[in-house]
């Protein structure tokens, strides 16, 4: 799977959730800039 069709089911997932990026960073123990990073096709690590 690639890195746009992995941002796409996290912002997917995150979405039906109601979650805002700050949330799910939150959860994962991750900055909101990460969750955007990985949403938007960067780096997934």
Do not use: F, H, P
Request: charged residues 30%; aromatic residues 4%; positive net charge.
């Amino acid at each position: 799977m690639d890195k746009k069709r992995t941002g796409e089911l996290i912002k997917n997932a995150r979405m039906r959730k109601n979650y805002t990026q700050t949330e799910l960073g939150d959860l994962v123990g991750v900055s909101n800039k990460a969750v955007s990073r990985w949403e938007n096709g960067g780096s997934l690590s």
